[in-house]
C-alpha cells in the first residue's frame, strides 16, 4: 500500500491510510526487513520454523514494540490491533521466505485463535493465556474428507456426550499446524443437520485416541488429517454452549482471512 502512494499527492480523493498505521508499516518493515531477514538467512533455504534460540531475542525485541501477539485483545496480553491494523501488520510481518505460514518466523509471537476468548474464565487462563505467553501454535479443525466451504453441511465429525464427557468420532483434513500445537479447537456434531447442529471443543494434541498424520503438499509446511477413535474431552472443555459451534468458526475465519488476504499481497510484493 504504502509504496504505491509514497511521492504522491495524497489529495486525490482516494482513501489514503491514517498517519498511525504508516508509522506501524514502516516499524514492521524496518524489523522484518531488518532483523528478522538476517537471521532467517542462516536457515536452510525451506525452513519453515527458526530455532528458539535465534528467535528469543526477536521475540523479546517485538514485545518492546509492543508488536506481542497483535491480534490477541490487550487484556489478554496482545497488542490489540483493529483489523485494519493486523492487515498492515500481516502485509509487512509476511514478506519473508517462510511468511506465508508463519508470520515474521513467528517473531511477533502466535495469536491464539480468537474464538478461545469467547470461553469461560478457566478456558482462558488454561489455554489463551498460556499461548499468548509462549507465542506457540494452535490449530482449528473445520475442514473434513466432506468438505471444507460449507462447513454447515459438511461437518460429520461426531461428539456424543456421556456422562461428565464428549466421545469424538470421525476426521478433520487439511489441518494447519496440528503435529507441533499443544492443543487446538476442533468443531464436531453434537445435534442433527445444518448449522445450528455444531458444537466446538478445546481438544489437546496429546488425547488418547487422536492421531495425526502428515498430508505432504509440494510445500515444505505440510497441514495434517486428524483421525478421532473414541476421543474423550471434559464438558468443561465445550467453547461456548452446544450448537453454537458454526457462529464460532464463522468469527474465527472472517477475522483470520482479512489478515490472510493481506499477507498474501505482501508475499505477492516480496
Ligand atoms: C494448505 C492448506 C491448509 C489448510 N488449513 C486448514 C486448517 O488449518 N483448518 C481447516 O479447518 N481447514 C484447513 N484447510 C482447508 C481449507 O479451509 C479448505 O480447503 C477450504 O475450506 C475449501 O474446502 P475444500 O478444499 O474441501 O473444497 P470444497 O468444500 O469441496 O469446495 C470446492 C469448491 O466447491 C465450492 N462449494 C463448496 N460447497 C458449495 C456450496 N454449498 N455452494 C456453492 N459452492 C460450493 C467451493 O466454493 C469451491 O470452489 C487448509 C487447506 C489447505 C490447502
Request: aromatic fraction near 8%; charged fraction near 25%.
Amino acid at each position: 500500500m504504502d509504496r504505491a502512494v509514497e511521492g504522491m499527492d495524497r489529495s486525490f480523493g482516494a482513501w489514503t491510510m491514517p498517519d498511525e498505521y504508516r508509522e506501524m508499516q514502516r516499524l514492521v518493515r524496518r524489523f522484518v526487513q531488518g532483523d528478522v531477514r538476517a537471521v532467517e538467512d542462516t536457515l536452510p533455504h525451506d525452513a519453515t520454523s527458526c530455532p528458539a534460540d535465534k528467535l528469543a531475542p526477536l521475540q523479546e525485541k517485538a514485545k518492546a514494540m509492543g508488536l506481542w501477539c497483535v491480534r490477541t485483545p490487550e487484556a489478554y496480553g496482545g497488542a490489540g490491533l483493529n483489523l485494519l491494523g493486523q492487515a498492515v501488520w500481516a502485509e509487512e510481518a509476511k514478506q519473508v521466505r517462510m511468511g506465508l505460514y508463519n508470520a515474521a518466523m513467528g517473531a511477533f509471537g502466535i495469536d491464539p485463535p480468537n474464538v478461545i476468548w469467547e470461553g469461560n474464565r478457566r478456558q482462558i487462563e488454561a489455554y489463551g493465556l498460556p499461548g499468548v505467553e509462549k507465542g506457540t501454535k494452535c490449530f482449528v479443525a473445520i475442514s473434513e474428507p466432506s468438505g471444507g466451504a460449507d462447513p454447515g453441511r459438511s461437518i460429520q465429525l461426531r461428539a456424543e456426550k456421556v456422562g461428565g464427557k464428549y466421545v469424538l468420532n470421525g476426521s478433520k483434513m487439511w489441518i494447519t499446524g496440528a503435529a507441533k500445537a499443544d492443543w487446538g479447537i476442533v468443531y464436531a456434531r453434537t445435534g442433527g443437520r445444518g448449522r445450528s447442529g455444531i458444537s466446538s471443543f478445546i481438544v489437546d494434541r496429546d488425547t488418547p485416541g487422536l492421531s495425526i498424520r502428515e498430508i505432504p503438499v509440494i510445500r515444505a509446511y505440510s497441514p495434517f488429517e486428524l483421525h478421532f477413535d473414541n476421543v474423550e474431552v471434559p464438558a468443561e472443555n465445550l467453547l461456548g454452549a452446544e450448537g453454537q459451534g458454526f457462529q464460532l468458526a464463522e468469527k474465527w475465519l472472517v477475522d483470520n482471512r482479512i489478515q490472510y488476504s493481506a499477507g498474501t499481497l505482501g508475499v505477492a510484493q516480496a
